[in-house]
């Protein structure tokens, strides 16, 4: 880009943007951060700016926007105050989940600051905990080099969000020379491990004498982009793949070797096998209390070794055999020339036993149910064969976020996008948006329930103004039904305060100039996907099912996860 001379610190902080190729940012602007507004206004032929209807869903846009794009670092900006603070349940969803974002959010001028002046919230103390690193910008000849260390940060090594805080008098005082370069490295910050070889020997020398192997896929894998090298080692060593939720999508769910996800509404494969297994090569995943049930009775027969980019996760939940410090691509790569071929027919075979009983009990019940009303299972069942497994599937929180976990189809990687670690509810509808706009190629389905729909909801005027195709699917029970699950089985059937007296979605949606339809009985069902799918636009659909159905199986609080509850 060159040299520029006499320019203010707000237009220095979009030229730095631009250095760093991004083209999308998400915002709301106020008082504070009017000055980079107003530069914005001339740099909309390079810069897409799309207005939210909330902070909130700012962030949570620019988190599916990074997501879609296969870990693309998301950008979002927002005023002093409330503004940023409206931010900060976005900003530590993406820290828990891995998702690289640079939130950007004005601040009350130098000489005000500690003054309790009008909007001024001190965002560094807030989101110290919930950053890879955040900085407060004071002065305008800081802003190059802050864009810069915050880009590079927040995309390597494990990634995550950063926060930088700009105070007003920074982004209107003149630079008299810009220049900027991008940052490659910083003292102290090792975010790439040196590959230890004598852990890959340990754990080649641990597989080749497996009897009963089992690989765990994590987020990992997708952030690490060795999706094919995790198929190579399982079909190698006939290692069946169960997957955690936030790796979902990571492997082809037609592939004979995958089980299926693992943990608390996983699959009974997956769960009766990992109790099973002899040696699990647990790749880019944190072992969180949603997939190891009684940490006491997880996997009792295994030995475990641990692929991470994060050493500090080894150990901090379940004992590791072996910890493998590095990318997950680098260390597979080195791996598998040292694993020898090798064949577990009767172990392989044991799936397809677990699979038809969960088929029987849970699966045929939910997809092919018999009953009068619409189960939550067959809509997502219906929306997976519409889009023949190439749609981004982006879920809220809830019973509809492990139904669509459980039966959507993937054949290709970075296609589900859902809140995990954090589990926040109203995350889906705005991630949806921003997963649309950075695949505008592919079909964004976004799967919701009514109570996280109406968390933000507002976002639809977005969706409307910018025309954005994203296909919207509620799944009505009118309850917050995951917590109605556990108040009918856990604590006597007192229903405290889940049960929603809904509005009229399809009214909504119709205000916004967004073409609805609303769906009560079985055989209305297939049509009404094939025209949301065909629509060319945004479409709201909305599913009346049942309003006491269950996700399962189920794994209680506190059981082994091979303790799975079927039905109740």
Known sequence: MGTYKNISGAEALLLSLIEEDVTTIF????????????????????????????????????????????????????????????????????????????????????????????????????????TKWNYQITSSSEISDAIAKAFYIAKSGR???????????????????????????????????????????????????????????????????????????????????????????????????????????????????????????????????????????FAPNAKIIHIDIDSSEFNKVVKCAIGINADAKEALENLLPLVEKRSHDAWVAESATHYAKEFEEVVKPTVHSQEDILKMGEAVDLIAQQCSGNAIIVTDV????????????????????????????????????????GRPDREVVSILGDGGFQMTMQELGT???????VKVVILNNSYLGMVRQWQQMFFEKRYSFTALDNPEFTLIAAAYGIKTEKVHKREELKE?????????????????VDNHEN????????????????NV
């Open 27 to 130: 915002g709301y602007p106020g008082g504070t951060i009017i000055p980079i507004y107003d530069t914005l206004y001339s740099y909309t032929d390079r810069l897409t700016h799309i207005l939210t209807r909330h902070e909130q869903g700012a962030v949570h846009a620019a988190q599916g926007y990074s997501r879609a794009k296969a870990g693309e670092v998301g950008v979002c900006m927002a005023t002093s105050g409330p503004g940023a603070t409206n931010l900060i349940t976005g900003i530590a969803d993406a820290m828990v989940d891995s998702t690289p974002l640079v939130c950007i959010t004005a601040q009350v001028p130098q000489h005000l600051l500690g003054t309790d002046a009008f909007q001024e919230a001190d965002m560094i103390s807030m989101t110290m905990p919930i």
């Open 551 to 566: 996700v399962f199986p189920m794994v209680p609080t506190g059981s082994a996860i091979s303790e799975q509850i079927c």
């Open 159 to 297: 990634p995550g969000p950063v926060v930088l805080e700009i105070t007003r008098n920074a982004q209107t005082e003149m630079i008299e020379e810009y220049e900027y370069n991008k940052c490659s490295s910083l003292r102290s910050y090792n975010p790439l491990p040196t590959l230890d070889k004598t852990s890959l020997t340990a754990a080649a020398k641990l597989l080749n004498s497996a009897e009963k192997p089992l690989l765990f896929v994590g987020n990992g894998v997708l952030i690490s982009k060795c999706e094919e090298l995790v198929v190579e080692l399982s079909e190698k060593i006939q290692a069946p793949m169960a997957i955690t939720l936030m790796g979902l999508s990571a492997i082809d769910t037609s592939n004979p070797l995958y089980v299926g996800m693992v943990g608390m509404h996983g699959t009974l494969a997956a769960n009766v096998m990992t109790q099973k297994s002899d040696v699990i090569v647990a790749i880019g995943m944190r072992f969180s209390d949603r997939v190891t049930g009684d940490i006491k009775r």
């Open 528 to 544: 009404a996907v094939k025209r949301m799918i065909e629509h060319d636009g945004p479409y709201l659909l909305e599913v009346v």
């Open 398 to 437: 809830g019973q509809q976020q492990m139904h669509a976990a459980r039966y959507s189809k993937f054949s290709q990687p970075h296609s589900f996008i859902t809140s995990g670690g954090l589990g926040t509810m109203g995350y889906g509808l705005p991630a949806a948006m921003g997963a649309k706009l």
């Open 463 to 469: 969706i409307k103004q910018n025309n954005i195709a």
